[in-house]
């Protein structure tokens, strides 16, 4: 269940960044835990205990080194700058969200620095109820947003289109 309301950000992004695939804004917005994935196959983070994809400072790292990465590809700061943000959405989902006492009993914050550090949240996991309404409200608008973006690109296509038909009637 968790994971629904980060999901929602990568497709909402899609209004911001209508060029990028959902593709890649699904996986940004998922970014921390895939790192921290990969942290943890490495022995450096386990679960309940994941300071440098999750932590306020590391996030902000990870985040800003998206940055450069994805304005050298793209060569668009808009780009850059969205999808940097869509990273580091995914701690301020888990600040709201953590520590998820409805999923883990033994659940804390998200750390603020590395190792050892403060642990912070608001905890609206701490109930299922919130937990749930959480994720689908922004699961929900989230894809409601894509959908109307979907929907003006393809009416943004089709005007070109006639306009290019016109053109070349005349
Ligand atoms: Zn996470």
């Known amino acids: 269940m968790a994971g629904l309301a980060h999901l929602g950000v ?18 940004c917005s998922m970014a921390l835990d895939i790192l921290s994935i990969g942290l943890t196959f490495a022995g450096i983070e386990s679960h309940g205990n994941v300071p440098y994809s999750h932590g306020l400072l590391g996030s902000l790292i990870i985040s800003a080194v998206v940055f450069p990465i994805a304005l050298l590809i793209s060569r668009n700061i808009r780009i850059g700058i ?17 520590p998820m006492k409805a999923v883990y009993a033994d659940a804390e914050g ?27 409200l922004f699961l929900g608008a989230g894809v409601a947003v894509y959908i109307v973006t979907l929907e003006k690109i393809r009416k943004n296509n089709n005007s070109s289109n006639m306009q290019l038909t016109c053109r070349g009637k005349l």
């Open 10 to 27: 990568g497709f909402a992004a899609k209004r911001a960044v209508p060029e990028v695939p959902l593709g890649l804004l699904l996986p």
């Open 82 to 98: 969205v999808l940097s943000l869509v990273v580091f959405s995914h701690w301020i989902l888990d600040f709201m969200t953590w």
């Open 110 to 136: 998200v750390p603020v620095f590395f190792d050892n550090s403060l642990k912070i949240g608001i905890g609206l996991h701490s109930n299922i109820v919130a937990a749930l309404i959480v994720e689908f």
